[in-house]
T-cell receptor, first 114, second 113 residues
Framework: AQSVAQPEDQVNVAEGNPLTVKCTYSVSGNPYLFWYVQYPNRGLQFLLKYITGDNLVKGSYGFEAEFNKSQTSFHLKKPSALVSDSALYFCAVRDIKNDYKLSFGAGTTVTVRA | DAGVIQSPRHEVTEMGQEVTLRCKPISGHDYLFWYRQTMMRGLELLIYFNNNVPIDDSGMPEDRFSAKMPNASFSTLKIQPSEPRDSAVYFC???????????FGPGTRLTVL
């Protein structure tokens, strides 16, 4: 079975500081990994994905994520957070040996204070 | 492209009534997914289609829920009869051939009184 864990329910940072949102995954084979962001009363928006290749993936709005196979992690990062980055962030995984379902984490609420 | 379109955006109904949620996928996307989001259970996959055919409905909570995709441009999720515990935000998402990204619609917020 495939699953992801987001160990932090909430992350609070000051504007201009680095932002990290943690995600660990479990799959039987090689993973496809995704990050989504959800703003209040909106649908999920795609940020970035890891399929294969370079372990550092760059995505929308200045976000990036690093795939670490040995630690089974895929943490989302932004060097300098903005107040507008305050939202709910979801990590998701799909096992390439599985069907086409994504398994989502519980989400991490990010609050960036001015 | 207009993205995934869902209607209605908000639905308030009384227990026992039939509810129909609608989704128009992104043109050319072969896969369509219905999700439900609640505070208690997070984001749950209900059912997904490939080329209009239901592939996995193991997430559908019970027989009161049904979903159809009569053509490549339209899908419905129906709840009959609705119950208060069905109150949630229902999302439709579509993608091209995996591992393509799933793109989500804005969701339908359902309240069953």
């Amino acid at each position: 079975a495939q699953s992801v864990a987001q160990p932090e329910d909430q992350v609070n940072v000051a504007e201009g500081n680095p932002l990290t949102v943690k995600c660990t995954y479990s799959v039987s084979g090689n993973p496809y990994l995704f990050w989504y962001v959800q703003y209040p009363n909106r649908g999920l928006q795609f940020l970035l994905k890891y399929i294969t290749g370079d372990n550092l993936v760059k995505g929308s709005y200045g976000f990036e994520a690093e795939f670490n196979k040995s630690q089974t992690s895929f943490h989302l990062k932004k060097p300098s957070a903005l107040v507008s980055d305050s939202a709910l962030y979801f990590c998701a995984v799909r096992d390439i040996k599985n069907d086409y379902k994504l398994s989502f984490g519980a989400g991490t609420t990010v609050t960036v204070r001015a | 492209d207009a993205g995934v379109i869902q209607s209605p955006r908000h639905e308030v109904t009384e227990m026992g009534q039939e509810v129909t949620l609608r989704c128009k996928p992104i043109s050319g996307h072969d896969y369509l997914f219905w999700y439900r989001q609640t505070m208690m259970r997070g984001l749950e996959l209900l059912i997904y289609f490939n080329n209009n055919v239901p592939i996995d409905d193991s997430g559908m909570p019970e027989d009161r829920f049904s979903a159809k995709m009569p053509n490549a441009s339209f899908s419905t999720l129906k709840i009959q009869p609705s119950e208060p515990r069905d109150s949630a935000v229902y999302f439709c998402a579509t993608s091209g051939r995996p591992p393509d990204t799933q793109y989500f619609g804005p969701g339908t917020r359902l309240t069953v009184l």
